[in-house]
């Protein structure tokens, strides 16, 4: 995939095409030759073929970064106010119908050295056929800002993004950790809060990132096709994600009327009404049909 910069040179654009990428370093290492002996261009051009063959999506990543490839939107200040909060809550459980898909086993061998398979999460049904992985969330809540809200984590271990499924306020940070030994990049593009890629590059790494306004972002590891991450942005705190038993709570409700909504990647959203009391608490259960084949 390509992706622009703002008035860039031809030598970046090049560089933000993935297609060329390792055609743009074969051309520029010909003048090498010139200077070699016949075994010593056998030699580089063989070194070169495996560059392009085994790192160049690693590579890729790297320049895509410091060539300004990255078209994120920060972001920006919120004149939204703090959150109000209730003494209510919700409880309850997704439960999926039917029988569970069989999950496939991934094959992570190209991952890293050591890498263990994993086990796919498209859709993960547990006890009580429980749902994991569903976003229960407040659709009419009063907006507010997140900024201060505790600091979340979106891991990358084992080669697989962990957890699988998150939600998050808005302006409430998001750490990027990388836990591998090899390098893994967090690459989105979305609709209202721009496009980002961050690479780390190795174990130990992280970076912060924010989201300003609300959305379902697909964040994925350009290096490694397997890797996915879903996360919902919500414009208030007043939201949970299910359990492997499918089960959630949301706490802190003021007293109202509202409308729960749940959100799955691949099953799609459901919703019902709900009121809670003052220091009340109300159970909800929601379910959802396989998918259509």
């Known amino acids: 995939m390509s992706r622009r910069i703002k008035n860039p040179s031809t ?21 090498l030759q010139r200077f070699a002996s016949n075994a010593q261009r056998v030699t580089l051009k063989a070194g070169l073929e495996s560059w ?3 790192v160049g999506c690693w590579t890729l990543s790297m320049l895509v970064a410091a060539a300004g490839c990255d078209k994120s939107t920060p972001a920006t200040a919120s004149s939204l106010p703090a959150p109000t909060f209730g003494s209510s809550r919700i409880t309850g459980q997704v439960r999926f119908l039917g029988t569970p898909p069989e999950l496939k086993i991934i094959d992570t061998s190209k991952c890293h050295p050591g890498a263990k398979p994993a086990l796919e999460e498209s859709i993960v049904v547990g ?62 593009v979305s609709e209202f809060n721009g496009d980002k890629n961050i690479g780390l590059a190795q174990a130990g790494l992280s970076e912060n990132a924010t989201f300003a ?21 919500f414009d208030h705190p007043f939201f949970a994600t299910t359990a492997r038993d499918g089960t959630f709570t949301i706490d802190k409700l003021p007293p109202g009327n509202y409308t729960v909504n749940t959100w799955h990647p691949i099953l799609g959203e459901r919703e019902q009404a709900v009121s809670v009391s003052d220091t009340g608490a109300a159970t ?6 396989p998918p259509a084949k």
């Open 213 to 233: 306004h609300p959305e379902f972002i697909r964040i994925r590891c350009d290096v490694h096709a397997w890797m996915e991450s879903w996360v919902g942005v």
């Open 284 to 289: 909800v259960t929601i379910e959802y049909a």
């Open 127 to 188: 006890a009580n056929q429980g749902l994991k992985d569903v976003i229960v969330y407040i659709k009419n809540a009063p907006a507010s800002d997140g900024r201060g809200q505790p600091t979340l984590a979106l891991d990358q271990q084992d080669c697989v993004f962990s957890p699988h499924v998150l939600a998050i306020q808005v302006n409430q940070t998001l750490q990027i950790h990388n836990s591998d030994p090899t390098f893994h990049n967090s690459h989105w």
């Open 11 to 31: 030598e970046q654009n090049r560089l933000c095409d993935s297609s060329s990428l390792a055609n743009w370093v074969m051309v520029r290492a010909r003048p």
């Open 52 to 54: 392009k063959f085994n």
